[in-house]
């Protein structure tokens, strides 16, 4: 069945490192939407991205998609102690389904 | 933006207790929404897709008999867990969409403990 891979697992940083995830589908997708989620907390949509190759930037957080439409990535720049929490990305295709997400830790 | 809202957000019951969670999109037509469930440090894994008066098409491995789902309205749906058992203790997050291709907006979750 289709799989949706993120790497790495985990991430632990100092403040104002900066923070790569990479997402990888086993199949190609229509879309991939990026969430993060707070310990306790429930996702929270971030972005979708639909064209292949596309580049999308919200605040300090830059989202590409793959050329394939098969893979994605998510960098914060500098990071701060409000971007600590589980990044997921989600692969559409007929239904969609989550990475295994990333586990970001921030220490001041 | 889109709001949708779960109840109960935590439940703590017997062992063979029938547990219902509701699902609601409080500002939208949801015409597909997704029952998730998530273990601890874990990803959310599909567990149902529910159509508005259709039946749910269930993942594979989850038990269609076990875990109820009845979407009767376009802004309601429900998970019952029958007769719950310690091992189905987790997590469960439900989301809605308007259509194909939109992003899914999860509830807060319902943090289920069965002892």
């Known amino acids: 069945g289709q799989q949706v891979m993120q790497i790495p697992q985990y991430q632990h940083v100092q403040e104002g490192e900066d923070f790569t995830t990479y997402c990888n589908s086993s199949t190609t997708l229509s879309n991939i939407q990026w969430y993060k989620q707070r310990p306790g907390g429930h996702p929270v949509f971030l972005i979708q991205?639909?064209?292949?190759?596309e580049v999308k930037k919200q605040k300090r957080l830059t989202f590409q998609f793959g050329e394939a439409k098969k893979n994605s990535s998510l960098h914060i720049p500098a990071t701060q102690t409000t971007d600590v929490g589980t990044y997921f990305c989600a692969g559409q295709t007929d239904k969609l389904i989550f990475g295994t997400g990333t586990r970001l830790q921030v220490f001041p | 933006g889109a709001v949708v809202s779960q109840h109960p957000s935590r439940v703590i019951c017997k062992s063979g207790t029938s547990v219902k969670i509701e699902c609601r999109s409080l500002d939208f037509q949801a015409t597909t929404m997704f029952w998730y469930r998530q273990f601890p440090k874990k990803s959310l894994m599909l567990m149902a897709t529910s159509n508005e008066g259709s039946k749910a098409t269930y993942e594979q491995g989850v038990e269609k008999d076990k875990f109820l789902i009845n979407h009767a309205s376009l802004t309601l749906s429900t998970l019952t867990v029958t007769s719950a058992h310690p091992e189905d203790s987790s997590f469960y997050i439900c989301?809605?969409?308007?259509?194909?291709?939109?992003?899914?907006?999860f509830g807060d979750g319902t943090r289920l403990s069965i002892l």
């Open positions: 989301s809605a969409r308007q259509g194909r291709d939109q992003p899914q907006h």
């Open positions: 991205l639909v064209k292949s190759g």
